[in-house]
């Protein structure tokens, strides 16, 4: 039995000036959601956490610029970025990430 969430997305139809706002830091990723959804689906697949940060859209700028940074600008090479996001992941909640591996 599939529970509704705590804290339902945000779909595009409800979209305010806002949130679009937010979304500028990636365009490519309003982008992707704009593209692929379809009015009375439950979802729409991968995008439920970005949808989800829109509820408080000043808050998800500013989260998205720093993915946007950290992903795109970085110097650091790929491998070390991904040991530094799991150094962080099993210090801040080691039965999280931990019970993955």
Same mark, same amino acid.
């Given at each position: 039995?599939? %529970?509704? !969430?705590?804290?339902? !997305?945000?779909? /595009? /139809?409800?979209?305010?000036?806002?949130?679009?706002? =937010?979304?500028? @830091?990636?365009?490519?990723?309003?982008?992707? @959601?704009? &593209?692929? #959804?379809? /009015?009375?689906? !439950?979802?729409?697949?991968?995008?439920?956490?970005?949808?989800?940060?829109?509820?408080?859209? =000043?808050?998800?700028?500013? #989260?998205? &610029? #720093?993915?946007?940074?950290? #992903?795109? &600008?970085?110097?650091? %090479?790929?491998?070390?970025? %991904?040991?530094? +996001?799991?150094? +962080?992941?099993?210090?801040?909640?080691?039965?999280?990430?931990?019970?993955?591996?």
């Amino acid at each position: 039995m599939a %529970e509704s !969430p705590r804290i339902s !997305p945000i779909y /595009p /139809p409800d979209w305010d000036a806002d949130v679009y706002d =937010a979304l500028s @830091v990636i365009p490519h990723a309003r982008d992707n @959601v704009l &593209a692929t #959804f379809k /009015p009375g689906t !439950p979802g729409i697949l991968g995008t439920n956490l970005l949808c989800t940060q829109l509820r408080h859209p =000043a808050l998800a700028k500013a #989260f998205l &610029a #720093f993915n946007a940074h950290h #992903f795109y &600008a970085s110097t650091l %090479e790929a491998r070390v970025r %991904e040991i530094l +996001i799991l150094r +962080i992941g099993c210090c801040c909640a080691p039965s999280t990430n931990t019970s993955r591996m």
